[in-house]
């Protein structure tokens, strides 16, 4: 399984819809200090379900929808689209290409799609859960995240081992029996 490729539009500072193929191997995003490197990695967590508009370097959640310039007007949605090799099987799913996409609107309303058809949040959490990507996951290693675990509570750093270990999802089945 690895990251094919991906597609914003009117997220941050990516106005017009923008493709990024990723290939296997190492990849690497250069550019100039403010040119919008951590906005792609932003975009990523977004679309993989992250809720917390901290985590994304903002203030509310409508900050990541373009909020226009001197030349251009305003967006009137964030859309981000992620594509995942998945021809290993590695993602539980029943398809080669996997994308999932994530859609706000600047009233409030968004959309999850998994393969274009609509889904809830709650699917696109248990399609990463245990695969390391994911919100939660171990595959985005951000700023302050390594201090953060060696500082962490054993119980925050347990989840860490859980996920890698794949038990996560086991306990997320059982919690969810429970509450039934
Ligand atoms: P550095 O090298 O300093 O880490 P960077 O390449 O990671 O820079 P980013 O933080 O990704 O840069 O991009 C910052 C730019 O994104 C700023 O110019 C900021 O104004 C712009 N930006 C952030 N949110 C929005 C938004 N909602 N609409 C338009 N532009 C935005
Ligand atoms: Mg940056």
Not at 3 to 10: A, D, K, S, V
Request: with cysteine; glycine share 12%; aromatic share 8%.
């Amino acid at each position: 399984m690895y990251l094919r490729g991906l597609e914003l539009q009117g997220f941050k500072s990516f106005p017009d819809k923008t493709v990024l193929t990723f290939g296997k191997g190492i990849t690497a995003v250069v550019g100039p200090n403010g040119s919008g490197k951590s906005n792609i990695s932003d975009a990523m967590r977004w679309v993989m379900g992250e809720q917390s508009s901290k985590a994304l370097r903002g203030e509310k959640m409508a900050g990541v929808i373009f909020h226009g310039c001197a030349t251009r007007k305003e967006s009137p949605f964030a859309q981000v689209t992620l594509t995942i090799d998945n021809e290993d099987g590695a993602l539980g799913v029943d398809s080669e290409m996997v994308s999932v996409t994530r859609k706000l609107y600047k009233n409030g309303d968004s959309e999850y799609l998994i393969n274009g058809s609509p889904v809830r949040l709650k699917d696109v959490n248990e399609l990463f859960m245990d695969t390391g990507l994911g919100k939660d996951g171990y595959s985005i290693v951000g700023q302050g995240r390594i201090a953060d675990i060696v500082n962490g509570k054993g119980s925050d750093r347990r989840e860490i081992f859980e996920e890698a270990a794949g038990v996560a999802k086991f306990r997320y089945k059982k919690q969810e029996a429970e509450r039934k």
